[in-house]
């Protein structure tokens, strides 16, 4: 039997807190790690994410990373604004007006998805088990196809997680149509 590497969410937890809080890293290195760690979104597709996929209302603020926004919760949205406010290598290319949530060094073009990736691995994140146990833990609290939809995976790949964290949400209807 294959299994995928994982941290525990006792590890994921305290790297989310690490990123949130520490000075462990440059501030764009912790958003993309915590785009990891919260959404289970690969840093390749991280790294590509686009300003327009921000959307910071008075309401609250959300990152469309899948079919719709999802909501950036409190404090990892004013970790975000500041981000986006602050975003580096912004006197290359495109300047100010760089389409690109992480822009790079080279005018035009977004980060290397391995600059951050061994940024992230230098730190100690296992960055496939921080993924895993992110998809795992929020396919615990929300329907694996909702996830899907959310954060831009498909749906065999969010039911496969489900499985895995032996939360099938197929039996789901089944369970709540049984009398106590």
Do not use: C
Not at 46 to 70: W, Y
Not at 124 to 145: D, Q, T, W
């Amino acid at each position: 039997m294959r299994t995928s590497p994982s941290l525990t969410q006792d590890q994921r937890m305290a790297w989310i807190r690490e990123l949130l809080n520490g000075a462990s890293e440059s501030l764009p290195y912790r958003v993309a790690g915590i785009l990891l760690l919260l959404y289970a979104q690969p840093l390749v597709k991280v790294v590509t994410l686009e300003m327009s996929f921000v959307d910071d209302k008075p309401a609250g603020m959300s990152i469309t990373l899948g079919q719709r926004p999802t909501g950036v919760p409190e404090p990892f949205a004013q970790l975000l604004r500041r981000h986006v406010t602050n975003r580096p290598n912004l006197r290359t290319g495109a300047g100010p007006d760089s389409p690109w949530l992480f822009p790079s060094t080279l005018a035009g073009r977004h980060l290397h998805p391995n600059t951050v990736m061994d940024r992230l691995r230098e730190l100690g994140v296992n960055l496939l088990g921080a993924r895993n146990r992110a998809i795992g833990e929020l396919v615990l609290e929300v329907p694996p196809s909702l996830v899907a939809e959310a954060l831009g995976y498909s749906p065999k790949v969010a039911f496969l997680h489900a499985d895995k964290a032996a939360e099938p949400w197929a039996r789901y209807a089944g369970l709540s149509l049984r009398s106590p």
